[in-house]
């Protein structure tokens, strides 16, 4: 197989909730972007096609979300810093679960959407730059830090 090839290719993400009209508008205001025009509410399922990333699907399951999840997404801003995203993402409906921001700033902020699915707030790539700016310069308090999503320089 070439060595830029993979075996598999990943294939939508996918949530399982109770309302996939609902979990979906909410991630539509996370990723802006819009809803697709044939998903209605009661739909058995709903697609969202953000810019860049993966497609996101949500399928309607009789059971609530019991335990942490294993797996999720990690979220790094594009336009805006890392704290600048976690309050707007408040602002829509996620609720706060914990932060792991060190005393260097490196580190993420776990949030949670309206039926309890964790994800994490990354730093965005021009916070990492400019961390790895400060450090590679010496400036006091600045180190590399390589935090989960994060590579280091």
Known sequence: MPADRSPSRSAPAGFDC???YALA????????????????PGDPEAML?????????FLAVPEG????????LDLEPTDRTRDEEVRRLLGIGAR????????????????????????CVLRSAAEKAAARSAAEQGQ??????????????
């Open 18 to 20: 109770h309302d996939t």
């Open 25 to 40: 508008g909410f991630w539509a205001e996370v990723f802006e972007c819009p809803l697709q025009p044939d998903d209605f």
């Open 49 to 57: 096609l953000p810019a860049g990333g993966p497609e996101v699907l």
């Open 65 to 72: 979300k019991t335990v942490k999840n294993r797996l999720h």
């Open 96 to 119: 706060h679960v914990t932060d792991h921001i060190r005393p260097t700033g490196a580190g993420w902020v776990v949030l949670a959407d309206p039926e309890g699915n964790e994800f």
């Open 140 to 153: 006091p308090g600045s180190r590399p830090v390589v935090t989960v999503g994060e590579t280091p320089a």
